[in-house]
Each structure stands twice: as structure tokens, then as C-alpha cells.
């Protein structure tokens, strides 16, 4: 992507393609961008057939009702640097990197609340100040994003399986592909919600 970018016309085409894709709700997409979304860090070449760059939940929400309609699957993209093809799909693709990358440091460095497309280098930049860091510590961390490594379960050189992703998360809000919201930190996360939704996401499951 960034060679084409430094070849003028193409770089400029580039750029057009995403102006175009942000102001088209429906997430058509050029050649170009699918083609970008076609490589992960995995040996896999898949082009999307569309890609999207929700910029709320009331977004990721309507993209799931509209994939329950079309029954077509729906594939999240951050990083790009898991090693399984997980990133690439040939049907919708879902950028979470670029409307999603707020944090706020919480209790002296000791919690950080982040959007899933905040990179784990950079929660650790707005950490550093207090003398404080992240676990998991995946070498990609200068890429790879919370949602990533959340989705992933990812680990890192020093964390081990003791301290991977998952057993550093105090709380999280998900979309279900039934489009329900769940905030795990809420008291009745685990009784109603999850009940409501068990039905949709059968459904949906071919
Ligand atoms: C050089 C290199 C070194 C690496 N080192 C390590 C290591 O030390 N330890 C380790 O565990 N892994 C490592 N990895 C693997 C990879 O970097 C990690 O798994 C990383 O956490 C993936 O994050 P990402 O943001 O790139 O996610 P992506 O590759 O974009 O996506 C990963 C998965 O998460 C899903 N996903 C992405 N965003 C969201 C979202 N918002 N909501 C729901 N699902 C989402 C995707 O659909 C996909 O299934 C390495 C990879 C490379 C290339």
C-alpha cells in the first residue's frame, strides 16, 4: 500500500478510493482497497468483496443485520498480522483500526479502557508515564491492535500462557452477530442478554 502511495497517480487513486469509501455508507469498494484487504501477515490471498470501516456499534450492529439477510460472513480486520488467514476473507471485511482507537489510562496506569483499534504499542506509550505496561506482548506489537489480540487470545515473549489476553481483561462490550450488545461489567450480563441472543446466533449459524 505505501508503495503505491509514493507512486503519485497511483498514490492519488489510492486516496480517492478511500474518500469514496467513506462517504459510501454501503461500503462499495475499487479494486485497490480490496486488493490491499486481500493479504494478511499469513500466506492466504483472499479479495473481499467489500470492506467496511464502521465508525459506531449502532454501524457494526447494521452490517450483521444486513449479513443475517444476505447470509454472507463477516470478517473483522485490524492488524493484519495474525499468521492464519484469520484477517482475510472473500466476503465482507470489517476495519476496526481506524474509527475505534480511543484509550483512557484508569486508576494511576494500573487499567487502561481501549477501543479495539488502539494498538498495543500505543496503550503502552499513554502507560509509560506510570511505570506500567501491558501484558500480553506479542513482537507485533507495534500492529497488532487490542481487538487482535483480544480475538486471538495472544500471548508474547514474556507473558507466557500465565498472563495471555484473555486473563488480563477485566471487562468488555461485544456485538453478537445477532446484533445484541453486551457489556460484561454490567450486572445482568450473564443472565438476560446472553439468554435473548443464545436463539439468533443459532439461527444464524449455517
Ligand atoms: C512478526 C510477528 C510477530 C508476532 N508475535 C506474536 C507473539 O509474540 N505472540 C502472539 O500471541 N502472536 C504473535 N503474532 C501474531 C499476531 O500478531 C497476534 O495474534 C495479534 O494479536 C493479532 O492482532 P491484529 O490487530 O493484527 O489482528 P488481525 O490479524 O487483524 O485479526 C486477528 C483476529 O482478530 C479478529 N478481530 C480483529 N479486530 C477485531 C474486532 N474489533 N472485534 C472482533 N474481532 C476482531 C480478526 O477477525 C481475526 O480473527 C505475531 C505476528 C507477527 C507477524
Do not use: W
Not at 498480522?81 to 476496526?96: E, F, H, K, M
Not at 489480540?149 to 495472544?154: G, K, Q
Not at 514474556?158 to 484473555?166: L, P, Q, R, S
Amino acid at each position: 500500500m505505501s508503495e503505491l502511495v509514493a507512486h503519485g497517480s497511483a498514490g492519488a487513486h489510492l486516496l480517492e478510493e478511500s474518500a469514496r469509501l467513506d462517504s459510501n455508507p454501503d461500503g462499495e469498494v475499487g479494486s485497490i482497497i480490496s486488493q490491499a484487504y486481500a493479504r494478511d501477515a499469513s500466506h492466504f490471498l483472499l479479495v473481499p468483496k467489500e470492506v467496511h470501516f464502521p465508525d459506531s456499534v449502532e454501524e457494526v450492529v447494521r452490517i450483521f443485520h444486513l449479513a443475517k439477510v444476505t447470509r454472507e460472513p463477516v470478517t473483522f480486520r485490524s492488524g493484519g498480522s495474525s499468521l492464519s488467514g484469520q484477517g482475510v476473507t472473500r466476503a465482507t471485511l470489517l476495519d476496526t483500526r481506524k474509527h475505534f482507537g480511543r484509550a483512557t489510562v484508569l486508576d494511576d496506569g494500573r487499567r487502561i479502557r481501549v477501543e479495539p483499534g488502539v494498538t498495543i504499542r500505543y496503550a503502552n506509550v499513554l502507560l509509560q508515564r506510570y511505570r506500567n505496561r501491558l501484558v500480553p506482548d506479542p513482537a507485533s506489537e507495534i500492529a497488532c491492535t487490542m481487538g487482535g489480540a483480544l480475538a486471538n487470545n495472544s500471548s508474547g515473549m514474556t507473558c507466557g500462557t500465565e498472563f495471555n489476553a484473555y486473563k488480563r481483561l477485566e471487562s468488555m462490550v461485544f456485538v453478537l452477530p445477532s446484533g445484541t450488545v453486551i457489556d460484561t461489567s454490567a450486572p445482568e450480563a450473564r443472565d438476560r442478554s446472553v439468554s435473548r441472543s443464545r436463539k439468533s446466533i443459532v439461527d444464524f449459524c449455517p
